[in-house]
């Protein structure tokens, strides 16, 4: 099963921008409708915060949004605030496969 | 608002069967739109997929796994459950269930369960 790649850990202040990589095989990341995000909290269930590369579910901040080139997906959070501390993952299919990315630590200091 | 709810012994003993029930709410079940799947979750390995469950019982299952899990679906009582065989410690973790779109267009899980904490001891 291929892999999904991600920073461990990934860190902003309030107010500004941060970036969060996810790169895979070529099958796993080159379809555009395939990689979804999830932000998870401590506690609590994952929440879907972006599908289909770009695309925001009802409810999430126009903060979150996601972008691809190549085979690297990556979603970008701006205007960071506190409640945005939490890990973050990708998820994307390889062949019938669902893989996710191993998570990345967002500190917002 | 659709809801999942987990379900199941909290506590299994390294070597026997894990066993949790999915019950959903809120919306429509037998859908040829989504899947139902299992996924868990664990501090040192983050989120997994396990599988997920079409309601005619067609199933799709992570290779890691797949020799030990069994997902099946209710759709009399619009649930599904997981079974998985064998465990060990490292089966210790979190298990969501979770709504899942997943096709030639889409893959994401946009309503997940609480989550229950099973935890396999010695």
């Known amino acids: 099963q291929s892999g999904l790649t991600q920073p461990r850990s990934v860190s902003g202040s309030p107010g500004q921008s941060v970036t969060i990589s996810c790169t895979g095989t070529t099958s796993d990341v080159d379809t555009d409708t395939f990689v979804s995000w999830y932000q998870s909290h401590p506690g609590k269930a994952p929440k879907l915060i972006i599908y289909a590369v770009y695309n925001r579910p009802s409810g999430v901040p126009d903060r979150f949004s996601g972008s691809k080139s190549g085979n690297t997906a990556s979603l970008t959070i701006s205007d960071l605030q506190a409640d945005d501390e939490a890990e973050y993952y990708c998820c994307s299919y390889a062949g019938t496969d669902v893989v996710f990315g191993g998570g990345t630590k967002l500190s917002v200091l | 608002q659709m809801q999942l709810q987990e379900s199941g012994p909290g506590l299994v003993k390294a070597s026997e069967t894990l066993s949790l029930t999915c019950a959903v709410s809120?919306?429509?079940?037998?859908?040829?739109?989504?899947?139902w799947a299992w996924i868990r979750q664990t501090p040192g390995k983050g989120l997994e997929w396990i599988g997920s469950?079409?309601?005619?019982?067609?199933?799709y299952y992570n290779p890691s796994l797949k020799s030990r899990v069994t997902i099946s679906v209710d759709t009399s009582n619009n649930m599904f459950s997981l079974k998985l065989t064998s465990v060990t410690a490292t089966d210790t973790a979190i298990y969501y269930c979770?709504?899942?779109?997943?096709?030639?267009?889409?893959?994401?899980?946009?309503?997940w369960g609480q989550g229950t904490l099973v935890t396999v001891s010695s």
């Open positions: 469950v079409f309601y005619s019982g067609s199933t």
């Open positions: 979770a709504r899942h779109s997943y096709g030639v267009a889409a893959n994401y899980f946009d309503y």
């Open positions: 809120g919306g429509s079940f037998s859908t040829s739109t989504y899947y």
